[in-house]
C-alpha cells in the first residue's frame, strides 16, 4: 500500500509540472511572440506601421466643497465668560458690527458704564463753576489793579500841577525878596517890609516842600497799590490753573472710556455681513477655554464658492479665469452650476473630500482651487456640501 501511494503522489508532481510548464510557455509565447513578429515583419518590409496618438486633455476633474465668501468664519469670546443672552438665531442675516451675544457680565459693565458717564457729567459741572468762580476773582484783580492805577494817576498829575505852581510862586517871591534887599540896603524901604517878604517866600517853600512830599507819597501809593492788586492777579490766574488741575474732567474723561471699553468687550458682535451658519454656545453656557469652534459659525452666503480639491499632478494645468462646472454627487441641487477660478493656492494639503468609493485614495495630495459661482442663492444653505468640480482647460492646455 505504500508503495502505491507514493506511485500516486508522484503522478500528481508530475502532472502539476507538465500545466507549469504550459502556462509558462504560453505566457512566454505572449510577451516574446509579438516581438519577434515585429522583429520579422521589419525585416520583411520597409514600411512602417502608424503610431497611436493620445487624446488631449481638456479638463481637470476634481471633488470639492461648498462655502461662503471669505470661508466660513468662528466667531468666538474670551474664555471662562458665560454667555447672558445669544441674540442670533441659525440662518438670521447679520451686519458687521451688530451685536450676536452678550456675556454675563454685560449689565454689571453697563452699571460701570453708566456711573463713569454720570462722574464725568458731575466733574464738567464742578469745572465749569469753578473756572467761571475763578474767571471772577481774576476780573475783580483786574479792577483793582485798575482802580489802582487811574485814580492815583489824575491825584498824582493834580498835585504834579500843585508842585509846579508853587514852584512858580516861589520863583515870584525869591526875585520880590531879592530886589527888597537891595531896596532895604538902600534905605528905599522898611526893615519890616523886607522881614515880611522873607517870611513869604519861606512860607512858599514850605508848600513847596509838602506839596512835592505828597507827591511822592502818592507815586509810593500808587506803586504799592498796582504791585498789590498785580499780585492778587498773579495769584487768582494761578489759582485758575491750581483748580482746574484738581478737578479737570480729564480723569472722570479716562474713567468713561475705560469703562466703555469693557462694557464692548462684554458684547459679541459680527465680524462681517454674513449669516450664522451654526450656534456653538447657547444662552447660560460658559466659552470653554479649549473652545476652538468659537460661539457661532457665520459666513457671507450671497456669495459662494466651490473649493475644488486639484491633485498635485493636475494643478500646473488651472489657471485663474478658466470656466468650470459643479454637480452635486447626491443631487442636492438639480442640474449644473457654473463658476470662474479665481484663486489657485500655494500649499498642498491632504484631501478633505472624501471619494464615495472605498478603494479611492485617501491619502491623495492636493491643491486648493477657489471657483467663484455664478449663482449662488441655489446653494446658499449648501455649505460644506461635497460636489464634483469639471474645470475646463484653455487651448494652451
Do not use: C
Not at 508532481?13 to 512566454?28: E, F, N, P, R, S
Not at 454667555?83 to 440662518?91: P, S, T, W
Not at 468762580?133 to 498835585?159: H, K, M, N, V
Not at 477655554?289 to 494643478?315: F, H, L, P, S
Request: no cysteine; proline share 3%.
Amino acid at each position: 500500500m505504500g508503495d502505491v501511494a507514493q506511485r500516486k503522489r508522484g503522478g500528481v508532481l508530475l502532472a502539476v509540472a507538465a500545466v507549469v510548464t504550459i502556462a509558462a510557455g504560453v505566457v512566454a509565447y505572449r510577451l516574446v511572440g509579438p516581438f519577434q513578429a515585429t522583429s520579422e515583419t521589419e525585416a520583411g518590409a520597409n514600411t512602417s506601421l502608424p503610431v497611436a496618438t493620445l487624446p488631449r486633455q481638456v479638463r481637470v476633474g476634481a471633488r470639492g466643497r461648498l462655502e461662503p465668501a471669505g470661508g466660513i468664519i468662528q466667531v468666538s469670546g474670551p474664555t471662562g465668560e458665560r454667555i447672558g443672552q445669544l441674540v442670533v438665531d441659525e440662518g438670521d442675516w447679520v451686519r458687521k458690527g451688530q451685536a450676536i451675544a452678550y456675556l454675563d457680565s454685560y449689565n454689571e459693565r453697563l452699571a460701570e458704564r453708566d456711573v463713569a458717564a454720570s462722574e464725568l457729567e458731575d466733574a464738567r459741572k464742578q469745572f465749569e463753576a469753578e473756572t467761571a468762580l475763578r474767571e471772577a476773582e481774576i476780573a475783580e484783580a483786574r479792577t483793582r489793579l485798575e482802580q489802582a492805577d487811574l485814580p492815583q494817576s489824575f491825584a498824582i498829575s493834580a498835585q504834579r500841577a500843585t508842585v509846579r505852581e508853587l514852584e512858580a510862586e516861589l520863583a515870584i517871591e525869591q526875585e520880590d525878596l531879592e530886589r527888597f534887599e537891595l531896596l532895604v540896603d538902600e534905605g528905599a524901604i522898611a526893615q519890616q517890609t523886607y522881614e515880611r517878604q522873607r517870611t513869604v517866600v519861606r512860607q512858599a517853600r514850605e508848600k513847596l516842600s509838602n506839596a512835592r512830599s505828597s507827591l511822592t507819597s502818592l507815586r509810593a501809593d500808587r506803586d504799592t497799590d498796582i504791585q498789590n492788586a498785580e499780585a492778587s492777579l498773579t495769584a487768582a490766574e494761578a489759582n485758575v490753573e491750581r483748580w482746574q488741575a484738581q478737578i479737570s474732567p480729564e480723569s472722570a474723561e479716562r474713567n468713561l472710556e475705560l469703562a466703555k471699553a469693557r462694557l464692548e468687550r462684554t458684547i459679541i458682535r459680527a465680524p462681517i455681513d454674513g449669516r450664522i451658519l451654526r450656534t456653538i454656545v447657547e444662552t447660560g453656557e460658559t466659552i470653554p477655554t479649549n473652545n476652538a469652534a468659537g460661539i457661532v459659525e457665520m459666513g457671507n452666503t450671497n456669495q459662494m464658492y466651490a473649493i475644488a480639491e486639484v491633485y498635485e499632478t493636475d494643478v500646473k494645468l488651472v489657471n485663474v479665469g478658466q470656466r468650470a462646472s459643479i454637480v452635486s454627487r447626491n443631487g442636492a441641487f438639480e442640474g449644473e452650476l457654473s463658476g470662474t477660478v479665481e484663486h489657485v493656492g500655494w500649499q498642498i494639503f491632504k484631501n478633505d473630500v472624501l471619494d464615495d468609493d472605498p478603494a479611492a485614495d485617501a491619502d491623495a495630495r492636493v491643491v486648493e482651487v477657489e471657483i467663484r459661482l455664478d449663482i449662488s442663492d441655489i446653494v446658499a444653505g449648501l455649505t460644506n456640501l461635497n460636489v464634483d468640480v469639471a474645470i475646463a482647460l484653455d487651448d494652451e492646455g
